[in-house]
């Protein structure tokens, strides 16, 4: 039988003697925190997680196995919003995501989901901000002093480039990359690669597909949508019709047309172009 003394002992031992961990919070026995740094109630962090020193964890704040968070982090903050008026909103950070340094991730708003959510395999480097409500998938890298303003979206395996900026509402479709010190203030389609201020779609994310196993119909697929919908003078309708019929064109690329059509459909802000 399992010794609950034991099992207690091997808790604390993860806790530096300086950090502070609120009783309420629940920590899974593998966690580590590390020196001055503070873990307020409800918070649950999973197994494998390590928090590095003077790093403050607010709740409601799930953070998910195997997360590796750097000093100085500031996670699970209140929004900041001037309509927040101390609502009970979430963060939760999913498994095996990388947070370096001076990193700021906040709750999200009763305006929204009231959840700011991070998904799995996420690579946040050095001083990046992640406003309220931002959704973001898995395999994303967002390079040191980029920033999320409140409810932006980006899909799975999006680039953010250094000194970036997104603006609030904002949607970034799956594999686009965003080039360094871009501004972003219109939806981004899924395979782009864009930058610049003001924002321009330079071609789409080749490099990128190729790295991750696109084969060559598939990117043959993605080099016409692009063509359709930034090359040849078609109004977005009319790109959208023609970027449909892909789909039976190029069996193996019907996904990929599927993400592509329902990003245009849901787009809010216009689209880059």
Known sequence: MRDPARSLIAVVARVHPTAIVDPAAELAATVEVGPYSIVAAQVRIGEGT?????CIIEGPTVIG?????????????????????GE?????????????????????????AGVTRLGDDNWIMANVHIGHDCQLGKQI????????????????????GGLSGVHQF??????????SSSAVSQDVPPFMLVDGNPLTVR?????????????????????QMHRLLYRQQLTLEQAREAITTL?????AAAADVAMMTDFLAAASRGIAR
Request: net charge positive; charged share 20%; hydrophobic share 35%.
């Open 141 to 160: 890298v967002m390079a040191n002093y980029s920033g999320l303003a409140g409810h932006v979206h980006l899909g799975d395996w999006v680039i953010v």
């Open 88 to 112: 009970p909103t979430e963060l939760h950070i999913g498994d095996r995501n990388t947070i370096r340094e001076y990193c700021n991730i906040n709750r999200g708003t009763a305006q929204d």
């Open 247 to 251: 789909a039976t064109e190029v069996p």
């Open 170 to 179: 904002c949607k970034v479709g799956a594999h686009t990359m965003i080039g």
């Open 50 to 54: 390590r928090i590095g020193a003077h």
């Open 65 to 85: 196995r195997d997360n590796r968070i750097a000093p100085y982090c500031a996670l699970g903050g209140a929004p900041q919003d001037k309509k927040y008026a």
């Open 203 to 223: 071609g789409f994310n080749i490099e990128g597909l190729r790295r991750r196993g696109f084969d060559a119909a598939r990117i043959a697929a993605v080099k």
